[in-house]
T-cell receptor
Framework: DAEITQSPRHKITETGRQVTLACHQT?????MFWYRQDLGHGLRLIHY???????NKGEVSDGYSVSRSNTEDLPLTLESAASSQTSVYFC???????????FGEGSRLTVL | GEDVEQSLFLSVREGDSSVINCTYT??????LYWYKQEPGAGLQLLTY?????DMKQDQRLTVLLNKKDKHLSLRIADTQTGDSAIYFC????????????FGTGTKLQVIP
């Protein structure tokens, strides 16, 4: 069965360190997204991609970057982690017709 | 820009109907979605409705859309304890060709 997987599921890091969250999908979807989930804010879009070599900024992109070198993967990098980036991060992919999003299980990141 | 609003919390008794409400601001929204998030998991699509429809029914779920007031609701009939979750309203201008904007989520608590 097709799926979307995130790793690591849990990570604790220190302020200033670089962190990369991995996202891998086997749906063969062109569209991929990174969201963060925080209490009272719902899901906020960080970055998204409509295909290989395409990346776009979402509403909360500062301090984050992504790259899309193949269809399956969209890694999210925090260049210099800050305590404000403590959150649960969700990767998703979507098919083009209805835009239904298929979500990973989430990565809980704590920045101390 | 797009904005989607929901109340944060709803409590109902098992067997009663639940109604979760959502308002959105983007008059160009074409697809409107309801997602469900169970504890510790990613979101899963429950149902969606096109903006040219005013109602959609799927077993215990009924979605009502008032496009004039930009108001979307999800009714769950005969609510069960397994329906306890966070429900997110979301919108997109053109399905998979545009990003999806989420509301803050409504936490539904079902009391046995």
């Amino acid at each position: 069965d097709a799926e979307i997987t995130q790793s690591p599921r849990h990570k604790i890091t220190e302020t200033g360190r670089q962190v990369t969250l991995a996202c891998h999908q086997t749906w063969n979807h062109n569209n991929m997204f990174w969201y963060r989930q925080d209490l009272g804010h719902g899901l906020r879009l960080i970055h998204y991609s409509y295909g290989v070599q395409d990346t776009n900024k979402g509403e909360v992109s500062d301090g984050y970057s992504v790259s899309r070198s193949n269809t399956e993967d969209l890694p999210l990098t925090l260049e210099s982690a800050a305590s404000s980036q403590t959150s649960v991060y969700f990767c998703a992919s979507s098919e083009r017709e209805t835009g239904e999003l298929f979500f990973g299980e989430g990565s809980r990141l704590t920045v101390l | 820009g797009e904005d989607v609003e929901q109340s944060l919390f709803l409590s109902v008794r098992e067997g009663d109907s639940s109604v979760i409400n959502c308002t959105y601001t983007d008059s160009s929204s074409t697809y409107l979605y309801w997602y469900k998030q169970e504890p510790g998991a990613g979101l899963q699509l429950l149902t969606y409705i096109f903006s040219n429809m005013d109602m959609k029914q799927d077993q215990r779920l009924t979605v009502l859309l008032n496009k004039k007031d930009k108001h979307l609701s999800l009714r769950i009939a005969d609510t069960q304890t397994g329906d306890s979750a966070i429900y997110f309203c979301a919108e997109s201008r053109s399905g998979g060709y545009q990003k999806v904007t989420f509301g803050t989520g409504t936490k539904l608590q079902v009391i046995p």
